[in-house]
């Protein structure tokens, strides 16, 4: 069992729809990790949080901790939000990122 | 630079050459990570440095893969007689500390012929 889990694995909509990722971690953790990777393939933190929730712009993030569990959610999607998104963790007992296996998101016009 | 740069972007070799790829973290970021990224797949992590010390080299897959930074700054991976295998995207990140959020520059990728 991956220590970090996504879901849904793909997932395509219609622009303006609110989108809905989820992530599951199995261990102990000091934070956790948003990313999004372009197709050009570059990557790019969009939050790192370890408790409650955080808002950047149409990208909101929570996180609980007691059920180890974290969602991202982007509000009236666009075509432009099309990327994979990856979930990552970070614990105190180590700097390595443990990384999900990413959500890929296509935004239909 | 405003952020993290990586060179080369795109590099061609010939299996048993060797490779060097370079990172130029951000300015002041102490913290200097290095990923391996596979077509399809979710980054590995190969190495982290703290300023100079390279702190942990768990993830090297194995003694031809090597990395420094001796100044606290620039770091270079380097690749000693590449195999096939060895073909992925490279990518470095850099962070202010331990618990900051990384950055990523915008990786090599590496083919080996």
């Known amino acids: 069992k991956n220590e970090v889990e996504q879901s849904p694995q793909n997932l395509t909509a219609q622009e303006g729809e609110f989108i809905t990722i989820n992530c599951s971690y199995s261990?102990?953790?000091?934070?956790l990790h948003w990313l999004q990777q372009h197709p050009g393939g570059g990557i790019v933190s969009l939050f790192m949080?370890?408790?409650?929730?955080k808002k950047h712009g149409r990208l909101i993030a929570t996180i609980n901790i007691q059920e180890k569990h974290s969602s991202l959610h982007i509000t009236a999607s666009h075509p432009r939000d099309s990327a994979v998104y990856i979930c990552?963790?970070?614990?105190?007992?180590?700097?390595?990122?443990?990384w999900g296996a990413g959500t890929k998101l296509i935004i239909k016009p | 630079g405003a952020g993290v740069s990586q060179s080369p972007r795109y590099k061609v070799t010939k299996r048993g050459q060797d490779v060097a790829l370079r990172c130029d973290p951000i300015?002041?970021?102490?913290?200097l990570y290095w990923y391996r990224q596979a077509l399809g797949q979710g980054p590995e992590f190969l190495t982290y440095?703290?300023?100079?010390?390279?702190?942990?080299k768990s993830g090297l897959p194995n003694d031809r893969f090597s990395a420094e930074r001796p100044e606290g700054s620039i770091s270079t991976l380097t690749i000693q007689r590449t195999e096939q295998r060895d073909s992925a995207m490279y990518r470095c990140?850099?962070?202010?500390?331990?618990?900051?959020?990384?950055?990523f520059g915008p990786g090599t990728r590496l083919t080996v012929t």
């Open positions: 990140a850099s962070s202010l500390g331990t618990s900051g959020v990384p950055y």
């Open positions: 990552a963790v970070s614990m105190d007992s180590n700097y390595q990122l443990i």
């Open positions: 300015s002041g970021h102490v913290s």
């Open positions: 261990v102990g953790i000091s934070a």
């Open positions: 949080l370890s408790s409650g929730k």
């Open positions: 440095f703290n300023y100079e010390a390279q702190q942990d």
